[in-house]
Each structure stands twice: as structure tokens, then as C-alpha cells.
């Protein structure tokens, strides 16, 4: 079984320019979860899909930043335009139904925004 | 969620059990103790969880107190590769299940 997959490993872009990353889940999982570690930070939550509807989207730090999961199956983040506190690795995760159990995480992708 | 503390580091000899410890005194009832770990750069990976009873499976074992304050997580036999960070989280189940509070973790050197 094909894990979660990220896209790309690693971006460098410019202040201002805007970068997609994309994230493929775990086939079957309705369940799919954006984080991010910026800086020197801890990882946090930034939005919850339940196929392709947003179930929490509580953590976006602001509207530069847009999640879309058309179909249900594939997502992409996209940020636009870029900032320098943007860098950081962004990780996605995806899991089965509810009521609880594991995420699976990809190996994230690095933005470096210069 | 409730906050968890974790010691910020651990060391362990290579083929002893580790013990990592976790308070999470202000858990509420229906909130669940999950374990997750970083390896270098990768990407978080879930461990174990557990709601009251102690937990089992073939990566590590979850004992929780019986007031639900505190928790440990046992890796039976340590490797070189299990040094990692480890985060202890507390979260509810149901739809909020994957909105996760990572902390700073706990930073474990397994050592020859």
C-alpha cells in the first residue's frame, strides 16, 4: 500500500511568488489533515478535509493561504503570495473514519521562501 | 485539548526498555493519549493510543494511570533507530480526531 506522497520535496521560490504543494492520501482515506513546522516552532494543524469538504480550518494562518481537494481524492495548499515567515515544512497526513485512530504522515515538503 | 508536559530529553542504552514519561493532568473524559514520533526530518509517526486501559502493539506499549494524569510509553528494547523525538498528545476522538497539539517532545538518544 502506497503511503502518503508529497509534492515537491522541497521548494525555493521569491518573496511574493506563489507556490502549489500537493499532497496524495492514502487511497480510501476520506480523511485528510494539513500541518506545518515553521522556524523554530512546534507542528501544527492547520485544516481537516472529510473528502473534498473542509471540516476545520481553524488552524489557516491567514486567506494567503488555500486548501482545495477537488474530488476528493488528491489536495493541494497553495500560497499566494509568499512570505518570508511562510517557510517551513508542511506535512500532510491522512487517516480512515472516525472514531479515532492514526495519522499517517508524508515525508513533508520544504518551502523556503528567500 | 489538554496540555501535556514532556522531559525535553532522554537517553537510553541500545537493547534496554525507554520510558517515556507524560503528564497530562487536566485530560478530560473523553479525551484520548496519543503518541506519535519524529525520526530526523521524516514526517510524524504515529506510535500508540489509548482512552483508560494500557495498550499494547508491536512498537510499544501505553500505560496509563488509573486517574488518567500521567502516561508512559515503553519501547520494550531500544534501537539506535528509535532515536527520535516523541510527542505525547492528548485529543478527543470522533471528528476532531486528527487535530493534533504537538508540543516540544521529548528528544530520545538511544546510544551503543
Known amino acids: 500500500e502506497a503511503g502518503v506522497t508529497q509534492f515537491p520535496s522541497h521548494s525555493v521560490i521569491e518573496k511574493g511568488q506563489t507556490v502549489t504543494l500537493r499532497c496524495d492520501p492514502i487511497?480510501?482515506?476520506?480523511?485528510l489533515y494539513w500541518y506545518r513546522r515553521v522556524m523554530g516552532k512546534e507542528i501544527k494543524f492547520l485544516l481537516h478535509?472529510?473528502?473534498?469538504?473542509?471540516?476545520?480550518e481553524s488552524g489557516m494562518p491567514n486567506n494567503r493561504f488555500l486548501a482545495e481537494r477537488t474530488g476528493g481524492t488528491y489536495s493541494t495548499l497553495k500560497v499566494q503570495p509568499a512570505e518570508l515567515e511562510d517557510s517551513g515544512v508542511y506535512f500532510c497526513?491522512?487517516?480512515?473514519?472516525?472514531?479515532?485512530?492514526?495519522?499517517?504522515f508524508g515525508e513533508g515538503s520544504r518551502l523556503t521562501v528567500l | 485539548d489538554a496540555k501535556t508536559t514532556q522531559p525535553p530529553s532522554m537517553d537510553c542504552a541500545e537493547g534496554r526498555a525507554a520510558n517515556l514519561p507524560c503528564n497530562h493532568s487536566?485530560?478530560?473524559?473523553?479525551?484520548?493519549v496519543y503518541w506519535y514520533r519524529q525520526i530526523h526530518s521524516q514526517g510524524p509517526q504515529y506510535i500508540i493510543h489509548?482512552?483508560?486501559n494500557n495498550e499494547t502493539n508491536e512498537m510499544a506499549s501505553l500505560i496509563i494511570t488509573e486517574d488518567r494524569k500521567s502516561s508512559t510509553l515503553i519501547l520494550p528494547h531500544a534501537t539506535l533507530r528509535d532515536t527520535a523525538v516523541y510527542y505525547c498528545?492528548?485529543?478527543?476522538?470522533?471528528?476532531?480526531?486528527?487535530?493534533?497539539?504537538f508540543g516540544q517532545g521529548t528528544i530520545l538518544t538511544v546510544h551503543p
Open positions: 497526513a491522512s487517516s480512515r473514519d472516525y472514531p479515532t485512530g492514526e495519522l499517517f
Open positions: 487511497s480510501g482515506h476520506d480523511n
Open positions: 478535509f472529510v473528502k473534498e469538504s473542509k471540516q476545520d
Open positions: 487536566t485530560i478530560s473524559g473523553n479525551e484520548y
Open positions: 489509548g482512552l483508560k
Open positions: 498528545i492528548v485529543g478527543a476522538g470522533g471528528t476532531s480526531y486528527g487535530k493534533l497539539t
